[in-house]
C-alpha cells in the first residue's frame, strides 16, 4: 500500500517558487526520501499542462 498520493497541484507548486509552501516543501521532501508514492492516471497530463498555465500567469 502506499503512504502518499501525489496530486499535480503539489507537483506544479514545486515548479513556481511563487507557489511555494511550507507544505509543498514539505511533500518535496517526503517524496525525496524513500517510500512508496502513486499519482493518479492523469498525473502526468495535468502537471504537463499546468507548466505552460503557469508561464502564461
Excluded: H, K, Q
Excluded at 507537483?11 to 511563487?18: I, L, N
Amino acid at each position: 500500500m502506499a503512504s502518499l498520493v501525489i496530486d499535480s497541484s503539489l507537483a506544479a507548486a514545486w515548479c513556481f517558487p511563487d507557489e511555494r509552501t511550507d507544505y509543498t516543501n514539505a511533500v518535496l521532501r517526503a517524496v525525496s526520501a524513500p517510500l512508496e508514492a502513486i499519482a493518479p492516471r492523469l498525473w502526468a497530463d495535468e502537471v504537463r499542462n499546468s507548466v505552460p498555465m503557469g508561464l502564461r500567469r
